[in-house]
């Protein structure tokens, strides 16, 4: 990683991940592949992506299906291996930690929220069961009774009551799940949550609910935040910094506010026109041209050029890096080279 | 004191869920399956039971006479009241015989049961969860089973143990030879059932929130996974148990399965099968309805038990 990109924390960043890369091979069985003669297929997920998350912060990516975003979370905590690149945990290499024996010390100040509530909870465990988990496998606690005193204080903290543990997850609704999820992320006491779309499977009402209760709790308890989304609405109400992803690949990494105000990567402008707006009425929008591409076999070049209404010859020969523009990192030839203006 | 009330509570408690459950309720409003429990019910308790609740003893020799062999039921000509269904060829009581009988049914097809289901679960369980080789082998070798038919392999199985055995052996062990090869036969069916189940439950939330904090994947596959899988196997288990009891009965048909001097209904309809056309149609008759009527009453709960645990025929 190059100085440029570095955002000049002043204080070691909590989560650095370098260069990182997932490919996955999505190639046809190996009989058929020599029959028909077809190559490998390999699936760029994430393609050399390189981000840092400071202590007390939220992170969000955003970007549209299929771009990698999820497979970032899981590649951040562990659930998939790198292809390549590296993740440091607190300056530690993840991957190396929880192969080595005492991984229990350090997988236990990382926790992760899923996107599907009704899906993140086993149907068979009861509440108390589900939340007491993590506590059991790091053994936080040392007797039953102590055990029981910490998820009472965990349901309470998340706005549920202490009576709910005995029950099973099916007599709650979406909301009160996602809390029981957020219960047990907390846990085991982390001090960085992964939050894979937390909300997008919740009613809007629902959802500003379980937003505000994340960030409550961000402040109670000095939380760090790698928020996933597609919905911009909600990634501006939560973060410090944002990411925008485009296949694989960052092309802008800006404060909320800085991204929100003056976009200046032109998928990010395109996204943020996409957004409804009450001023917009009855006026005619640009309709978004083309669809994103299939990552097995990416366009040349940015992979966003034939999209971009910017793109010239450079685009789609040269692949654009993160460069610092005006506080925030922008990848893209034109506006490096001011033909935006 | 306090300890015993709360015990109380629980079983209360238990209970109350059991009534109070979907498939309690599925289950009283179905006659023909409470007639099928209820049959499946007698016979459990007529097998266990059969050395005190049968009228005479078929193993004990010095109770047969053989002037009374091949009596006819009671209400035949001929038919004598002490027994009620008949006599066959040695002077045993068939009633007796078939309430004997069963006990080698029933515990050959139990037995058999839980053996392909350990078998089949544990397998299938490993082959969903991991992946890889291992899912390769286990399903090829479960396919190539499955390509042969279930009577030859347990044929096969119930002979080459058989031979393996010392002689003095043979009879002694010859049941669980039979559990063995019926078990052997059928765990395919449950190793497919199984991952297939497992290979939906592994890609679902709560597995990786697991996996997040290192969860031992022994433990993930027993503790959560296992749980949420165990409906279609309950089920399959359920039908498999008619299909083991009928397996039993045909290799004691063919005369490989349980020695002569152990009635099954296999053996009976087998020894009753000689004297068909001599007239002594009982010998064979009776074990068969009792063999039919035993399986078609657990078969009726299986589709029961299918059709109540399925959420989309709620």
New interface residues.
């Given amino acids: 990683m190059n100085d440029d990109i570095k955002q000049g924390f002043e204080v070691k960043p909590l989560l650095e991940v370098r260069d990182l890369t997932k490919y996955f091979d999505v190639s046809k069985p190996w009989l058929t592949r020599i029959l028909e003669k077809q190559p490998k297929q390999i699936l760029k997920a994430v393609d050399g992506l390189s981000f840092e998350i400071g202590k007390g912060e939220t992170f969000s990516l955003v970007g549209e299906s299929g771009c990698g975003k999820s497979t970032i979370a899981?590649l951040v905590?562990?659930?998939q291996r790198p292809s390549n690149g590296e993740i440091l945990f607190d300056g530690q290499d993840l991957n190396k930690a929880?192969t080595s024996k005492d991984?229990?010390r350090i997988?236990?100040r990382?926790?992760?929220i899923?996107?599907?509530p009704f899906?993140?909870?086993?149907?068979?465990w009861r509440v108390n069961d589900i939340i007491s988990?993590?506590i059991r496998?790091?053994k936080l606690a040392k007797s039953k009774s102590e055990i029981n005193d910490r998820v009472d204080k965990l349901l309470t903290q998340v706005g549920l009551s202490p009576a709910d543990g005995n029950k099973f997850p099916h007599e709650f609704s979406g909301g009160q799940r996602q809390r029981i999820?957020i219960a047990?992320a907390l846990s085991?006491e982390p001090e960085f949550l992964v939050c894979d779309e937390p909300t997008s499977a919740l009613d809007v009402s629902v959802q500003a609910q379980i937003l505000n209760l994340m960030k409550d709790l961000q402040r109670r308890l000095g939380l760090t935040y790698l928020f996933i989304s597609h919905n911009l609405a909600v990634v501006y109400h939560v973060s410090d910094r944002i990411g925008v992803m485009y296949l694989g690949r960052l092309c802008e990494v800006a404060t909320a506010s800085d991204l929100f105000k003056n976009p200046q990567h032109p998928y990010t402008q395109l996204l943020l026109n996409t957004i409804p707006d009450m001023e917009m009425t009855g006026i005619k929008r640009d309709p978004v041209h083309g669809e994103v591409p299939n990552p097995i076999d990416p366009p040349s070049g940015c992979a966003f050029h034939p999209r971009c209404p910017l793109a010239n010859d450079r685009c789609r020969k040269e692949t654009p890096q993160l460069q610092k523009n005006a506080g925030s990192l922008i990848a893209c030839h034109a506006v490096e080279e001011k033909r935006n203006v | 004191m306090i300890e015993n009330q709360s015990s109380l509570a629980k079983i209360n408690d238990l209970a109350f869920r059991i009534v109070d459950s979907d498939l309690f309720y599925s289950f009283s409003r179905n006659p023909i399956v409470v007639v099928s429990a209820v049959i499946t019910f007698v016979f459990i308790i007529a097998a266990t039971f059969a050395p005190w609740l049968a009228p005479h003893n078929p193993f004990d020799p010095a109770s047969l006479d053989l002037m009374e062999a091949s009596t006819p039921p009671v209400w035949l000509e001929d038919g004598m009241s002490k027994f009620m269904l008949g006599t066959d060829d040695q002077g045993r009581d068939i009633l007796s015989t078939i309430m004997f009988g069963s006990r080698v049914s029933l515990i050959v097809g139990f037995s058999a049961v839980l053996f392909s289901v350990f078998v089949g679960v544990g397998s299938g369980l490993l082959a969903g969860y991991l992946g890889g080789w291992l899912d390769t082998v286990i399903m090829r070798l479960a396919d190539v089973q499955l390509a042969i038919p279930a009577i030859l392999i347990a044929l096969m199985i119930n002979g080459v143990v058989a031979i393996l055995l010392p002689p003095q052996l043979q009879h002694e062990m010859a049941i669980y030879v039979l559990i063995l090869a019926i078990g052997v036969s059928d765990w395919p069916r449950y190793a497919r059932v199984t991952r297939g189940s497992v290979l939906v439950e592994r890609n679902k939330e709560y597995v990786a929130a697991a996996q997040v904090i290192g969860v031992h994947p022994l433990f993930i596959m027993l503790r959560h996974v296992l749980p949420n899988i165990m409906g279609p196997v309950l089920v399959m288990a359920t039908i498999g148990l008619a299909l083991a009891i009928i397996t039993e009965a045909t290799l004691s048909f063919l005369g490989v399965g349980v020695p002569p001097t152990t009635p099954s209904l296999g053996t009976m309809i087998r020894v009753g099968n000689n004297y068909l056309f001599s007239g002594e149609w009982w010998i064979t008759f009776f074990p068969c309805t009792a063999l039919v009527t035993l399986v078609l009453a657990v078969n009726l709960m299986g589709d029961w038990l299918r059709d109540a645990l399925n959420p989309k025929l709620r």
């Fill in positions: 899981k905590v562990g659930l929880i991984s229990n997988r236990r990382w926790q992760m899923f996107q599907d899906a993140s909870l086993n149907p068979r988990e993590p496998v790091f999820s047990r085991s």
